[in-house]
């Protein structure tokens, strides 16, 4: 699907007033920023009683629905003494959760917890639900139950992707049968993400990457999936080209140079991403061979952090990544030309 250029904004600019949430209703806020009410019902249902029929036009965004519903709505649940106590509980059950001391990782790896493992899982797209269209279809799928079950089981685990402008597409069925495709336009302030944070705990984290003739900024923003931290890095930013913003516009869009930009964005950004923020991944795990730019990556700061051979830094590298893919088939299977 085509996807317009970036446009600059309009004169007049619109301004949104954005309602408040009042005293004894902060919680929500905390909760709309953790997916883990995607699989919690009574979180959801918190955001669908303030407003059935927005909840609804607002695609199940609870980012959204804190932005576009109306102030006497809030200040009505504020003084429902029985909706403001399911605020709390359904709270506490998420900071419970969150805090857990013993999960499935402590309990059946106790020796592996005390050498600090972390495993860094890199895809192309992740589905966890409809208000952060940032997938296609099963990898994506599969990539979110792997985050999920992560943070059911206490997994020291962080994950990588790319946020893109304009997801994948929507898609409806016409009364002919046939599928009819629309572009999807994210605006980011009502996706739960937030800007991710260098180990000085102040930073946002952007990382610069080299391009043919040119470098590439990439913004990296972080989305709470339970206890999983997901890095998802963004290029539309005004310091980049036209042409380079447009690389995390769109799911698999443009050809095959746009492909290769993205999966370096991804494998080569993404590990910059990690190590700005003080993470020091003992495995890579490979979602597909989108982000497999972070081998070449990998290698790069092996060998610049110590004179080895870069044989022997390979054989460091090998035990470390992972890479898990389907059964090849020509049309699932992206063949590039070595030039």
């Not at 408040?20 to 959801?44: H, Q, T």
């Not at 050498?115 to 192309?124: G, H, I, M, N, W």
């Not at 797209?125 to 139950?145: Q, T, V």
Request: glycine share 8%; hydrophobic share 40%; net charge positive.
């Amino acid at each position: 699907m085509e996807i317009a250029d970036h446009q600059q904004p309009a004169w007049p600019i619109q301004v949104s007033v954005v309602p408040r949430v009042p005293e004894g209703l902060e919680s929500l806020r905390n909760i709309a920023f953790n997916l883990w009410w995607s699989w919690n019902y009574d979180a959801l249902e918190l955001f669908c009683e303030l407003d059935a029929e927005l909840w609804e036009t607002c695609g199940h965004s609870p980012i959204k629905m804190l932005r576009l519903v109306k102030q006497n709505r809030l200040e009505a649940a504020a003084k429902d003494k029985g909706y403001r106590e399911r605020v709390e509980k359904v709270h506490d059950r998420l900071e419970a959760y969150l805090h857990r001391k013993e999960t499935w990782f402590t309990r059946n790896l106790p020796k592996e917890k005390k050498d600090s493992p972390l495993v860094a899982y890199f895809s192309a797209e992740f589905g966890f639900h409809e208000s952060l269209p940032n997938y296609s279809g099963g990898l994506g799928i599969l990539a979110g139950d792997h985050c999920k079950s992560a943070s059911d089981l206490g997994l020291p685990f962080v994950a990588v992707g790319l946020l893109y402008r304009f997801g994948y597409f929507s898609q409806k069925i016409n009364r002919d049968g046939w599928q009819e495709a629309s572009a999807i336009d994210n605006v980011f302030q009502d996706l739960p993400i937030r800007e991710a944070l260098a180990s000085d705990g102040k930073t946002p984290v952007v990382v610069e990457l080299a391009m043919p003739g040119r470098a590439v900024r990439a913004k990296a923003w972080e989305v709470r999936i339970g206890l999983t931290r997901l890095i998802l890095m963004d290029t539309d930013l005004t310091e980049n080209a036209p042409e380079d913003r447009r690389i995390t516009y769109q799911l698999y869009g443009g050809d095959h140079e746009m492909r290769i930009q993205q999966e370096i964005v991804l494998g080569i950004g993404g590990v910059r991403a990690l190590a700005a923020m003080g993470l020091q991944p003992s495995v890579f795990h490979m979602n597909e061979g989108h982000a497999a730019f972070l081998g070449l990556e990998r290698i790069h700061r092996l060998v610049k952090r110590r004179n080895f051979r870069l044989s022997r830094r390979c054989n460091r590298w090998r035990p470390a990544v992972s890479l898990r893919l389907t059964p090849p088939c020509p049309p699932g299977t992206m063949r590039f030309h070595r030039s």
